[in-house]
């Protein structure tokens, strides 16, 4: 649904204001932009889930790069819950939106 | 993201840490040992770390800059050995000495404390690495 929202919230000025910096950009939907930093997350979370799963099995002895890697996924998805109160915020004041 | 960078390279640093406090541990369990699979007495350790540049630094950012630490490898300290005169010690030469291992417990000791302290030193790092991120994201509150 985030996605949905997202791609109706595109920018359609962005291009031009490139144009004038000489630039060329191909706008990157914000969906693809956010689709993409949740794959990102993902990742994280998976690379901390394999770590703890190692040290759990004896096999990774560093109880420090577990640690980290739970306080990646962490950070990441502290920003994750951030973007989406955003997005969900704006969705909600256009929902009220007088007609 | 730079703040995940950030903890990756201060990782880096807790493990170097950690290698150089399995050495010293290593050094205080041996300080006695005069029988070693390559004969004579058990010679002393000593862990040599290296700078190496760190890989996902961000373009834009000067490469060479940003490094991470690396254990380059495990040397042997090649100080004579201690010399113990103790003529009942079956290990002890025509003359009653023994060769004893050249490790000093208080120099290991104090090696410890600086791993201790630089291991500590990282784990600050990597919370106030934290506390930056988790600021950044209160400015959306």
Redesign the interface.
């Known amino acids: 649904m985030i996605d949905r929202i997202a791609s109706s919230l595109e920018i359609k000025s962005l291009p031009s204001l490139n144009a004038q910096e000489g630039k060329v950009s191909e706008a990157a939907g914000f969906g693809e932009m956010l689709s993409k930093s949740i794959r990102e997350i993902d990742m994280l979370q998976k690379d901390a889930d394999i770590s703890i799963e190692n040290l759990a099995a004896g096999e990774n002895t560093d109880i420090h790069q577990t640690m980290i890697a739970m306080e990646k996924a962490d950070i990441a998805m502290k920003l994750m819950i951030q973007i989406r109160n955003k997005v969900v915020g704006a969705y909600e004041e256009i929902m009220r939106m007088q007609v | ?1 730079n ?2 960078d950030a ?2 390279i ?2 880096s640093g ?2 170097s840490q ?1 290698a150089r406090m399995n050495v010293i541990a290593t050094n205080l369990a041996n300080a006695e040992a005069t029988r070693t699979p390559e004969g004579g007495p058990y010679k002393r350790k000593e862990v040599i770390f290296g700078s190496v540049p760190f890989k996902e630094v961000l373009e834009g950012q000067n490469k060479s800059l940003i490094s991470e630490s690396k254990v380059m490898g495990v040397i042997e300290d090649t100080r004579a050995p201690q010399m113990k005169y103790d003529p009942g010690h079956p290990d002890a030469d025509a003359q009653g000495y023994v060769a004893l291992p050249n490790v000093n417990v208080i120099q290991e000791m104090v090696n410890m404390m600086l791993a201790s302290r630089s291991y500590e030193a990282n ?1 600050t790092a ?1 919370q106030t690495t ?1 506390d930056m ?2 600021r950044a ?1 209160e400015i ?1 509150k």
């Open positions: 993201m703040f995940l903890l990756q201060s990782g807790m493990s950690s784990v990597v934290k991120a988790m994201l959306g």
